[in-house]
Structure formats: C-alpha cells, structure tokens
C-alpha cells in the first residue's frame, strides 16, 4: 500500500481541486480524500509525504520521438521512455517517422512489447497514415489499430494531396482511428528555416509562412466534415489555424488540436543570433501567434498540451543553421515550461493539469488515462511547483540535450511518478 | 563600448566604428596608388581566407588586401562537396584554429555560419558574404565610394532595385547607411522582396521610377540566373523592362546621382550599358575600394598594437 499524503489533489474529470491523501493498492487507487490515509499504519504502508506539492493523474503525450527503432543514438525506448516518467508522463504514443517507418503491424508490435517489458510509461504508437510517409498509399490501417495503434499520423510530412487525405480519413474512421495531421504546405515551406517574417528577413534565412499552415487545416477540416473522421492537428503554430478551430469547433466537428510547450513559450526572436536549438517544425512564430496559442489553450479550442519531443544529438544541432535538424527535446521541461504560464496567469493550475491529462485521454476513447479515480489506474504525477533546477545535460535523462533551455535555471519540477502504483520515477528530495 | 571582435555583421557597430574604417582605407587607398603598394603593418599575422562559395573577385580582393599589409595569407577553397563527404564546419575550424590564425576570412553559402565559426574561435573571424544575410565588407567599401564621389554619407537618399529577398548585399547596405540617418528605398518584383521589408528599415517602393525619385544613390543587383523559369521571375526581357537602368529613368534621380553595383553585371538586364560606363557609374570605383576597405577591416582586426596604418 502506498500512500501519498497531504497534497494538493487535481482530477480534471471531477474538478477535483483540494487538499487530500491518495492511497493507492495493487496499482489502483483505492481512497482519495482529506484524512483518507489517517489510521493506515503497519510495516505494509509505505508513506510519501507530498504536501505541498500537486498530485495529478499521469500526463498523456499525444506527440514524442522515441527514436527507436533506426535512431537510437539520439534516443531508444529505455530512455526515452525513462524521460517520459521523469517529466510525469505515464502514457506516450510515438510518431511512427522511424527507421524503418512504423507502417506495418509488426514494428507496431515489437514497440510495444518491448516497451512493456521496461515497466515505464505506457507507449501506445502512431501507425503511419501511409506507407513509407510518402503520402500515396493507405498503411494498413486495421492491422496497426489490432497491434496497440492508437491512431494515425505521417507526422514529419504532410498528406498532401487532397484524395489520399480524404481516403485516409474515411478508411481510418472505419476503425475509429484518431488520424493526426502535420499541416504543412510543402510547396510553402521549400528550403524554409524558420517563420517568415521579421526575424528571417533580418537574419537572412529562408521563411515558413504561417499560411502553410493554414491552407493545410483549413482544407482538411472541410474533409473532416465530410467525411466525419475524428482529426487532430498537430503543434499548432498559427493563429490563423487557431481561428479555424475555433470554427469547425463551433460547428460541433469532431476535431482538435494540440499545441507544444515551446510554441507557448517562445517566438521567432529566439532564433536571433543561430541557435539551432531554436530550430524546430512548425516554427516558433509571432507574439501574435503565441499570444492566439495562448488563449485557445486557456478556452479550450486547442485541447492539450504535446511535447513533440525530438531528441537530436550534437552531430545533427552543433553546425551552421541551415544543415541543422528540427526539434525540441521536450519531455523533461515541458513541466517548468508550462509552470511559467501558470505563474505569469495565462494559464490556470486546473486548466494545465487537465490539457495534460484527461484532454488528450479524451482523444483515446479506449485508453484508461487521464484521470485519478477511486478504482482506477494509479498512473500519477507528483508535481513540486517550486523546485528550482538547471536544465543541464546530466539532469535529463533522454540522450539528447537539444532545447532552449539548456543551461537555463527553471522552476518546478516532476517529484514522484508513479505507473500502475509502482514509483518509476523520484527526485531526490 | 569595446569595439566588436569580428566583423560579422553591424550589429554592436556604431557610427564613429564605421568612420575610423573608412578614416584607415583613405590611407590604405593612397598606399594602394604607390608605386610599392605594400605595408609592413600585418607582418608576422596568419590570415586563412576559407571560402566555401565561389568567389573570383572578392577572394581575390582580400588575398592582396592582406598581402598588401605583410601578412601570410593562406586560402582555403571548400567545394561544397567535399563538404558532403565529410567534415562538419565545426571540425574545419576546429583544425584551423590549430593553426594559430589572427584572422580568418570566410565565406559561407549558409547565413549565420560565420556567427557559428565566431562562437568557436579565438581570433577573429571577418564576414566575407554568408548565404542571404551579411556581406559587410561590401557595404563598407560601397560607403566609403559613396563618401568619396558625393562628398558625405549623412542623410542620404538611396534606392536599392532587385533581389533584395536574397541579397547579402542589400541588407548589410541598409544596415550600414542606417546608421548615418539615409532613407533606403527597394524596389523590385514582389517575389523578390522578403514580406517583412520593413524589418531590414527600409521603405518599399513599388515601381523602379518611384524609388529613384530624387535619390543620391541608386544600387543595381545582379540578377541570379537560378531565379529564372521558377516562380520568381517570368524572364529576363520582362525584369529588365520593368525594373532595368536607363539613362531615360536614371534622369529621376537627383542631377549627378550615383550608380553603384556590386558587380558582376549583366549588361542589358538590370543596367544598360550607357548608364554602366556612364559617368554615374562607380562601379570600378567600387573594385578599387574594395582592397584599401578591407585591408582597413584586416587592421582593425589584427592590428593591434600598430599605430600608423600606412606607414608603420
């Protein structure tokens, strides 16, 4: 038995907010409330004194790069799935822009086998929308579902052509697959580097229009409704995105959307003097921009918060701007990330558990997640909000150390993460 | 303020550094006229020209620049594929660092390389063009022909016509002349114009006759020919009927306006030939200025200690 006591309690699917214990067995959780632990003594208790602290349900990542199979140099299951727990997260689904691409019902398998024997977060993958992310024909779709796929995506690529999207949609909504979109015009974005914009035209470096963006979710919202698939937009970066959202949503289309830590919380200015750690796809974008992310994070248009964690070693960011790789390492700081939100009021305590927790479960109706209930699963997360740490290479544990904030002293931090009741996570107090 | 270590770009550069390196290149420019056209200034200092792009003229201008100064000058041509098979940048300084340079001079198809290299290095790394951003030894020596042929360089009138979306030149131009109050005015098609032109401080015009109106200085660009049959630019003929140079539109300009272009030109397209060996034409003033600027860019940056520039 163990349990968590005194901490500030949070269950998005009840508005749980409060000072309670949490007393979890046989990895369920079987009492949540003020003085639920009182009396529970004996040599089979195991305390945790987490005052002060928040207890939330396990994060749910609907976007990382694991880098296995193909990359492991840049990360592998082990340890990405290590820096998933040390960043609260319990359930994860990678993009399948491996090597080979996980297009086929036997790498599915092989993830999440080999996932399930390391005992960390949960790994419930993307199959690819189509083979070999070349955008022309179907993966097999079903076969992905029946191997643990939880949905759909060419995530790195765009489906560009309208008939493959408007087929991918109506073949994945015949398995109920959630089909994730990186909308991206690459016509649009031909040799782009960054956000066309101010930032680009001073440094010289070729733009990504945020309308690449825009054309993409405009057109396949106009599919989503036709064919009455279950979309998500991935990082989104734009406020013209934002405003479509928010329209198909008013509508009562079933679509959503996610938005990353890093799209929160810098814009192209970041990229001022070349650091590659800034280089990321879709680009960080206008305070405008960031601003509109902002909001419909805050009102709910954008459902959830998604790392895009993108391990890249130095051989792919220690080089000049131009030859570096996109992405941002992103599990491990997406907390102290979103925690500056928090603390500057653009985001409300609540509002940051739930968009990491029972939104983006929401998106996996058959996943057990995103919640903290009497019976239920005991993935959870114990945040410390005022821990103070600097972001350097041996404080993480993914292989890679690509993000802006790299060196940078943050605030808060993961204390305890806990999958199926099992401690798999605790920094040393 | 310590002045900057490198020459990158402008930025950290005020007014008074620019003057005292076109204050050095007066002196070099009448060194350059003597019969011995050398100094002792650099002797015993290392330049390494490493040049990853192509580029005849202004490797050619550096390499007697510093030849000209007494130092050893060592260049290093990269084709782009050797690169591909095999060094990282990173290594490529790394191993000349070794080499104990005072100097290096570099040249870069991507922009911001330099910075990159600057970052790596304890000497200092001057800016030779790096992709579409900084070509800072241009403007210079463009300012310093401007300073010489209209007699001043403070509140100038200057139109800068063509690629200016991908032009290194245009944008160390805008910079510089910003810091002695012009207003600079592009033009050209608007798929060659970047879509925040208003962040490099200029203003833009929409026609070539709107931007000459009444300047002191017009900067022709070359036109790239890999610009051609795409998206950007239908052909030629159309460019240069709708924003070439002729003596006809160069009469909107102010009475003895300058023409400038940082060369190689092409003839009938973005200029005439009238106007191109015309007397407004600077251009050859332009190449003569380019070794006296940079040998002033090379003291500044490795002469320390050294007093007179031209006879020490």
């Known amino acids: ?429 | 303020m310590t002045s900057p270590r490198h020459l990158l770009d402008f930025e950290g550069y005020g007014r008074d550094d620019v003057l005292s390196i076109l204050d050095a290149a007066e002196a070099f420019f009448e060194v350059s006229r003597r019969p011995v056209r050398k100094v002792p200034t650099l002797r015993g200092k290392t330049i390494i020209n490493l040049f990853y792009e192509n580029s005849t003229r202004t490797r050619t201008s550096f390499e007697l620049a510093g030849k000209r100064l007494s130092a050893d000058v060592v260049n290093m041509s990269v084709a782009a594929s050797s690169v591909k098979k095999g060094e990282t940048l990173s290594d490529t300084v790394r191993t000349l660092e070794a080499m104990q340079p005072d100097v290096i001079v570099m040249r870069h198809g991507a922009s911001g390389a330099p910075h990159f290299v600057a970052k790596r290095v304890r000497c200092a790394v001057v800016n030779a063009g790096d992709g579409t951003h900084a070509h800072p030894t241009q403007a210079l020596l463009d300012a310093f022909t401007i300073r010489r042929r209209v007699g001043r360089l403070d509140n100038l009138i200057v139109a800068i016509c063509g690629d200016i979306a991908h032009s290194r030149v245009a944008r160390s131009a805008a910079e510089l002349l910003a810091l002695f109050g012009a207003e600079v005015r592009v033009t050209g098609p608007r798929t060659l114009l970047p879509r925040d032109a208003a962040a490099l401080g200029v203003r833009v015009m929409p026609t070539l006759e709107s931007a000459l109106e009444g300047v002191d200085v017009v900067m022709m660009l070359r036109i790239q020919q890999e610009r051609l049959g795409g998206t950007r630019l239908p052909s030629l003929r159309e460019y240069s009927r709708t924003f070439g140079l002729n003596r006809e539109l160069l009469g909107l300009a102010k009475p003895g306006a300058l023409v400038m272009h940082p060369g190689p030109m092409n003839r009938g397209v973005e200029i005439s030939p009238e106007v191109a060996d015309g007397p407004s034409s600077a251009v050859l003033d332009q190449v003569e200025a380019g070794v006296a600027v940079r040998m002033a860019v090379l003291y500044r940056m490795a002469g320390e200690g050294a007093s007179n520039p031209a006879e020490a």
């Not at chain 1, 070999?132 to 779709?141: F, H, I, N, Q, R």
């Not at chain 1, 782009?192 to 035209?201: K, Y």
């Not at chain 1, 799209?263 to 206008?286: F, I, M, Q, S, W």
């Not at chain 1, 109706?365 to 009497?374: F, I, M, N, T």
């Open chain 1, 1 to 429: 038995m163990l349990v968590l006591h005194g901490g500030r309690v949070f269950d998005p699917r009840t508005g749980l907010d409060e000072i309670a214990d949490v007393v979890i067995e046989a990895g369920r959780i079987t009492r949540i409330g003020r003085g639920a632990a009182d009396g529970l003594e004996g040599e089979q208790v195991e305390r945790r004194d987490v005052s002060g602290k928040w207890v939330a349900p396990g994060f749910v990542d609907l976007h990382v790069h694991l880098r296995e199979p193909g990359q492991e140099y840049k990360e592998d299951l082990a340890s990405g799935l290590r820096a998933a727990v040390a960043g609260g997260f319990t359930t994860v689904c990678p993009m399948p822009n491996t090597r080979p691409v996980n297009d086929t019902r036997a790498i599915t398998e092989s993830m999440v086998a080999k996932a399930k024997s390391l005992g960390l977060a949960r790994l419930l993958p993307f199959g690819a929308i189509t083979r070999g992310l070349k955008g022309a024909e179907l993966a097999e779709m079903a076969d992905l579902r029946d191997a643990g796929a939880i949905g759909v995506s060419d995530d790195g690529r765009c489906v560009m052509n309208a008939a493959v999207m408007r087929r991918a949609l109506e073949y994945a909504r015949t398995f109920d697959l959630l089909v994730t979109q990186h909308c991206e015009d690459h016509h649009l974005t031909e040799g782009a580097q960054m956000h066309e914009g101010v930032v680009s035209a001073r440094l010289g470096l070729r733009g990504w229009p945020r309308e690449a963006e825009d054309v993409i979710v405009a057109r396949d919202l106009l599919l989503a409704e036709a064919t009455g698939a279950r979309y998500h937009v991935a990082h989104i970066s734009s406020m013209g995105a934002v405003r479509l959202i928010r329209e198909a949503k008013s509508r009562g289309l079933r679509v959503s959307a996610e938005v990353t830590p890093h799209h929160l919380l810098y814009t192209e200015d970041a990229v001022l003097g070349y650091d590659t750690h800034c280089k990321v796809n879709p680009p960080l974008r206008t305070e405008e921009d960031r601003e509109a992310l902002r909001q419909a994070l805050a009102d709910g248009t954008i459902d959830c918060v998604a790392t895009d964690h993108a391990p890249h070693s130095s051989l792919e960011k220690d080089c000049e701007f131009a030859a570096a790789s996109v992405g941002i390492n992103g599990l491990e700081t997406a907390v102290p990330g979103l925690l500056e939100l928090v603390r500057g009021g653009s985001l409300s305590p609540a509002r940051l558990i739930e968009s990491l927790t029972s939104s983006p479960s929401a998106l996996l109706p058959d996943v057990e997640a995103g919640g903290l209930a009497v019976g239920g699963r005991a993935d959870v997360a114990v945040i410390d909000p005022d821990l103070r740490w600097t972001v350097e290479p041996e404080a993480l544990h993914s292989r890679c150390d690509n993000t802006p904030m790299l060196h940078h002293e943050v605030t808060g931090a993961i204390a305890l993460t806990l999958v199926e009741g099992r401690v798999v996570h605790e920094r040393p107090a």
